[in-house]
């Protein structure tokens, strides 16, 4: 009996390693396919085939599509890899720091940040007005900005008062890919020309608000 016990002890745990190894290799090619994703965009590719991002991944074009009924379900998960690198690189600033100090480091935290979504964000503007996928991606990435303005402006926001919605979508057009890409891309600014004339239109717009305030 202790013999049998035995057999069907160690045949009930291969089961478990079986799978567990072929989850482990499913998960590996899923991410292999959604870096070749990223790395091929990344590198100027703005609309990389299938067969490119098999290619590059290093598997088949049976197996990116195994991995991924649809582009919509690529958009997506190459959208969670983009947060999860823009996370790697967010560092949260104090509300209570003093104004000047929060708009610099608010704004350069946010030249990174666009920086970092640039190429992905180049390559969903062709792509977003036949993408349900990538238009729920820029709604997402905007709210995520909103909120932190909401967090660290809360003072002056409040100043405007009845402004205060109007005031954040300004603040949203000027911190958000929709400014940048004009800065970057249209007026031909440097990173750093950037940062500068966003914080210059943050600072202003802010400023303007707190003029409001009782003295």
């Known amino acids: 009996m202790a013999d049998s016990h035995t057999a069907l002890a160690g045949g009930g745990n291969s089961t478990p390693g079986r799978v567990d190894g072929r989850t482990a290799r499913a998960e590996r090619t899923r991410r292999a396919i ?104 820029r709604k997402r990435h905007i709210a995520r900005v909103r909120t932190e303005l909401e967090a660290l402006f809360a003072h002056e926001l409040a100043a405007a008062g009845p402004g205060r919605t109007q005031l954040l979508d300004a603040l949203s057009v000027t911190t958000t890919w929709a400014g940048w890409s004009l800065l970057r891309d249209e007026l031909g600014l440097s990173t750093d020309e950037a940062r500068a004339t966003m914080s210059r239109t943050v600072t202003a717009l802010l400023i303007t608000a707190m003029a409001t305030l009782p003295q």
């Not at 070749?36 to 299938?50: F, M, N």
């Not at 590059?56 to 991924?68: I, Q």
């Not at 940040?113 to 729920?136: C, G, H, W, Y």
């Open 34 to 137: 959604v870096e070749a994703h990223y790395a091929l965009i990344s590198e100027g590719d703005l609309k990389p085939t299938g067969e490119r991002i098999a290619e590059r991944a290093g598997v088949s074009l049976r197996a990116l599509w195994t991995n991924f009924k649809d582009l919509e379900t690529l958009f997506a998960a190459t959208d969670a890899l983009l947060v999860s690198r823009q996370e790697a690189a967010w560092t949260e600033i104090s509300p209570t720091l003093p104004f000047t100090t929060r708009v610099d480091e608010f704004c350069r935290q946010r030249a990174r940040m666009l920086e970092i979504v640039a190429p992905l964000a180049r390559a969903a503007t062709i792509k977003q007005p036949f993408s349900a996928q990538l238009r729920d991606n």
